[in-house]
């Protein structure tokens, strides 16, 4: 599979060309269903997508948290009570008015998001400050009527993701599972999925319909633009109020409580996966990630075809307890083989041929570097564990590099002007994160389209000089980017 | 907690009760969603489905199967393709007309079942006898506008299940892949959940929409009613043909591909797991779905606290690796403790007092027989293990023994109008399963209250004698039953 039809034939400069092709030759998905915006999954993501959800499921347990499962749909009169949440979501709800022949009395929407399918409930289980902290999660889709172009894994009105909704006897425990959830995100997203990013507490006019405020991941592509990943907001007492969420303390007294809410969204951390760790070739997967972890290729000579048949299959049956493997039994070349695993980004190769069988030590390739090593049988296990994880440390490491690499200060527009066709973040002085700032940040948005991202989350630094845009003595430091 | 308004207060024998009440004490699930028949499903359900699901997927990958995930809407144009299938579920859909302030231009369906959406996929990517055969399934809810009165887990507007849809070169292949999935359901649903069950070959009125012929597993409930449990369908070239599924075979003609569909309802599994293995305490669990294997009770002397809660900790340390294990360490009395994680239906007890520290031998009680045993501490795994497969054997016999007692051959009316009342299945001569048949069909629903369920799937039957109805000869050995 040289660059024929069936292999990759853009190269990954060709950012937008070569992520549709990569999506469609190494069969992720499908496009051409016919409901515009949705996606035919295939099982080379689903197998993926699957194993990002066991990550970060088990994290999300491991720091506390139970698994839920509530209705896809809300009723109308629900969204109706967080006035900011109604507005800010409205435009895009789906919603669902007739049952057979039958028009519904009530509209029900399709959940573009589950607070208020799931407030309701916190309001009845949530009674007394034992029944606190209660910290739940789901795994699930939610749809949105997007009317920006969509591009699969990255906006569709279909996406998969997990949402975690917590509740707290005060805002300082509130406060420190936003810390909390930041960390979840460093843990698997950075660790296990190689993916950078910086958490930005969003500017007033960008943060979620109803929290306080708003501490977004974003990350970026390969062309130099900002995707956001995981937000985790303090959603304070708002939907509390509304929803009614109280309990007595202590000391017998009621309170209202304090909430968050996470959204770690593996659809989108899937596009990322894809972005940032593919290359020319196609797909490199993270090791545990890998819908394929290992691929064995027969290296077949005439007449002595059955001991290396019979020696694949007997190591696949070994490894296939520790490792998701398979053997390319196919008629195609060990060529056309190699190019194929390749492009569909298994970590790990192992040839077997004719002089293999009898050495008992076989040549195993990895994905990342294309390094090769001669292995013997019975230290193939731990070999391919330890190269596991090496190729992804290294994918972690290059795609840091790469990404610190994309950060850039900047103290004029002109020199704004100048450097904005380098992709990235722009680190400048901004007049205020506020409200204030609002009309600053539209001006950079009309001239640049470039979006103000916000402030450090966690590191706090402080502005020297003037608001980049209108000149008066700057408030804060932001970072803006252009933005999917 | 003895018989207060915490534990359990109706007996198994009070079914209907005794389910309702088993449900929202264990706090399975919330019936109080403001949407009709749309359940909310809190962790301890949460854990044992997905628990279920992943034994359910593991066989269905061993048997060939890849995961995709489709979308969750359907447009009305791909509804139509196939007459009979948009007859028989054209009264349950649910409809999306609008989105934010719009009205779509074409309505779409929120899907029932999943036929629809995967045929126009599967019609591109089969093209060559190459792709065959094609084995995928997806783990979703579907939706339906249920106009009978819905009951958690057993019938409800929106539900869990796995849908495998298979697609072959040949009616022969497809015919063993009905049979295969006949051997899954006996795998997994009967020795893993310990759900007994008879495949029926429904009777033509009663098969799904757009098949050749359905095989459904009946079970049983305590109350002596019938419950579908998975069915799996020939569907034959019916979809083919409307959706245009064809490939080229190895002559390099053009040929019609044959399908198969099979639904393992998790969600339904679940009911039956309530309800055949628990007891007048409440619930019992096979041990590898249960949301906790072993629950360790301290037991506390005063003054002695502190090496027991320690010996506790220690425990669920060193076996947290192999089993769902917590330590209950709340406030209330052991004997409280007891009752409720025996009404939780936990497989395994572990009782530690001040005296078992000392001696290094713990009480293990299970579940099921209640019975006790004294275990050294370097024995617990291996006894725990045992113990588990043990339980769910036991839960499985016991299951078996009931089912297999309610099946009653009868040979008239009379006979039937005096036996029914015993629940379970009536074994009859009946005159015809074809559309001939569908009039005694009627009378035995109008006055009995029991539907033909069908032939036996997998054994054939010769009757002997007259139909229990028309008295005309009988066709058909046929079984009945009330049903959910």
Redesign the interface.
């Known amino acids: 599979m040289e660059k024929t039809k069936e292999g990759m034939t853009q190269p990954k400069s060709n950012f937008s060309e070569w992520f549709s092709e990569v999506i469609s030759k190494t069969e992720l998905a499908?496009l051409?269903?016919?409901?515009k915006g949705?996606?035919?999954?295939?099982?080379w993501s689903?197998?993926a997508?699957?194993e990002m959800y066991k990550l970060y499921e088990a994290e999300l347990e491991k720091k506390g948290h139970?698994?839920?499962?509530?209705?896809?749909?809300?009723?109308k009169?629900?969204f109706l009570k967080e006035a900011e949440h109604i507005e800010g979501f409205?435009?895009?709800?789906?919603?669902?008015?007739?049952?057979?022949?039958?028009e519904l009395t009530e509209?029900?929407a399709?959940r573009p998001t589950s607070e208020t399918?799931m407030y309701?409930?916190y309001a009845?289980?949530i009674r007394s400050w034992r029944d606190l902290p209660l910290k739940?999660y789901q795994s699930c889709?939610v749809?949105r009527?997007e009317t920006k172009a969509t591009r699969p894994f990255i906006r569709g009105r279909?996406f998969?993701w997990i949402e975690a909704h917590d509740a707290f006897a005060s805002r300082e425990e509130a406060e420190s599972q936003v810390k909390e959830d930041m960390e979840m995100t460093e843990n698997i997203m950075h660790k296990e999925f190689g993916i950078p990013f910086i958490f930005f507490r969003r500017p007033e006019w960008d943060k979620f319909a109803g929290a306080v405020y708003t501490y977004a991941a974003d990350t970026l592509m390969p062309d130099g633009k900002a995707l956001q990943q995981p937000s985790t907001h303090l959603l304070g007492q708002n939907f509390a109020k509304s929803f009614g969420i109280k309990f007595v303390d202590r000391n017998e007294k009621e309170k209202t409580a304090w909430q968050t809410c996470y959204g770690p969204a593996i659809w989108r951390m899937f596009a990322s996966v894809i972005a940032l760790h593919g290359d020319d070739k196609g797909l490199v997967f993270p090791f545990k990630i890998a819908p394929l972890q290992v691929i064995i290729i027969p290296i077949i000579l005439k007449g002595k075809e059955k001991p290396v048949l019979e020696k694949c299959k007997e190591i696949k049956e070994k490894l296939q307890s520790c490792f998701r493997i398979d053997v390319d039994f196919s008629d195609n070349t060990p060529g056309w083989k190699f190019n194929y695993w390749e492009m569909k980004g298994v970590p790990v190769r192992i040839e077997i041929g004719p002089k293999e069988v009898e050495s008992e030590e076989f040549v195993v390739i990895r994905r990342d570097t294309g390094e090769k090593a001669k292995v013997k049988e019975n230290q193939l296990q731990k070999t391919i564990e330890a190269l596991g994880k090496d190729l992804t440390k290294n994918l972690v490491e290059k795609a840091d590099k790469w990404f610190n690499g994309m950060i850039h200060s900047v103290k004029t527009l002109d020199e704004l002007k100048e450097k904005r066709n380098k992709g990235g973040f722009f680190r400048v002085n901004f007049c205020s994160a506020d409200m204030d700032g609002k009309e600053c940040a539209e001006v950079l948005k009309e001239k640049f389209h470039l979006n103000v991202r916000g402030e450090m989350a966690n590191r706090e630094e402080k502005p020297e000089g003037n608001c980049i845009v209108c000149g008066k003595p700057a408030k804060v430091v932001v970072y803006l980017a252009r933005q999917y």
């Not at 499962?69 to 809300?74: G, Q, Y």
């Not at 409205?90 to 039958?102: D, M, Q, R, S, Y």
């Open positions: 499908d051409r269903y016919n409901v949705f996606l035919v999954h295939r099982p689903v197998i997508i699957k139970k698994p839920v499962i509530f209705p896809a749909v809300i009723p009169e629900n409205a435009p895009e709800v789906f919603w669902i008015t007739k049952a057979g022949n039958t509209e029900i399709l399918a309701t409930m009845k289980w739940l889709q749809w009527y279909e998969y």
